[in-house]
């Protein structure tokens, strides 16, 4: 069966330092993945997604990034961290097998990242 | 532009009671439909999703939903509510043309079930 392992839970930084936060599926190859942010614990919105190795995609401006440097893995990224950064990260995957099995997107556990 | 809607920012039952927490859409096309559960400091578990076919869906943990596509609705039930459903229910649409970026959440419904 298909888990997603997602790191560190918790994350406390001070503003300007980096981040990066990781994301590894397995039991499957060739995952569409996802990072999520929830903000306020409910809104969901959507910053990056990659339908493979090297492939992201931004979905909003801002003051992160995302790689996908091997096949299951999807790493969350920033330089310097900003206050506004906080928030509780949620990385994503789906497979792409068939269309009506592949449409179902399935969460990690969550980062709660604190900037201080 | 598709949309979802969740009226209900906070719904209590009372445990053995029949639960609904509501869920409207709009898309375009057709719709794929899902229910996501969250317990606190947790990630989003799958519940049930519509696709196609019998427009009353069964789920994980005795939940199903029922698709009305007249009133565009999606709205999930269970029979008799139990104080462990107690979380953030979250209802999530995508239109079947288009890709699972573009999938839709709601606000999230927090179901309180007292004991």
């Known amino acids: 069966s298909q888990t997603i392992h997602q790191w560190p839970a918790t994350l406390v930084q001070p503003v300007g330092s980096p981040l990066s936060l990781e994301c590894t599926v397995e039991?499957?190859?060739?995952?569409?993945l996802y990072w999520y942010r929830q903000a306020a614990g409910r809104g969901l919105q959507l910053l990056f997604y990659?339908?493979?190795?090297?492939?992201i995609s931004s979905e909003v401006p801002q003051n992160l990034s995302a790689s996908r440097p091997q096949d299951r893995q999807f790493i969350l990224s920033s330089k310097k961290l900003l206050l506004s950064d906080s928030g509780f990260y949620l990385c994503?995957?789906?497979?792409?097998?068939?269309?009506?099995?592949?449409?179902?997107?399935?969460f990690g556990e969550g980062s709660w990242l604190t900037v201080v | 532009a598709q949309s979802v809607a969740q009226p209900e920012d906070q719904v209590n039952v009372a445990e053995g009671n029949p639960l609904t927490v509501k869920c409207t859409y709009s898309?375009?096309?057709?719709?794929?439909l899902f229910w996501y559960v969250q317990y606190p400091n947790r990630g989003l578990q799958f519940l049930l999703k519509?696709?196609?076919?019998?427009?009353l869906v069964k789920g994980s943990y005795g939940f199903e939903a029922e698709f009305n596509k007249s009133q565009t609705s999606f709205h999930l039930k269970k029979p008799s509510a139990l104080v462990s459903d107690s979380a953030l229910y979250f209802c999530?649409?995508?239109?079947?043309?288009?890709?699972?970026?573009?999938?839709?959440f709601g606000s999230g419904t927090q179901l309180t079930v007292l004991p």
């Open positions: 990659s339908v493979g190795i090297g492939q």
């Open positions: 994503a995957w789906k497979t792409e097998r068939t269309k009506l099995s592949g449409n179902t997107i399935y």
């Open positions: 039991g499957t190859s060739n995952p569409n």
């Open positions: 519509y696709i196609t076919g019998d427009n």
């Open positions: 999530a649409v995508r239109d079947i043309s288009g890709s699972a970026r573009q999938l839709t």
């Open positions: 898309v375009s096309g057709n719709p794929y």
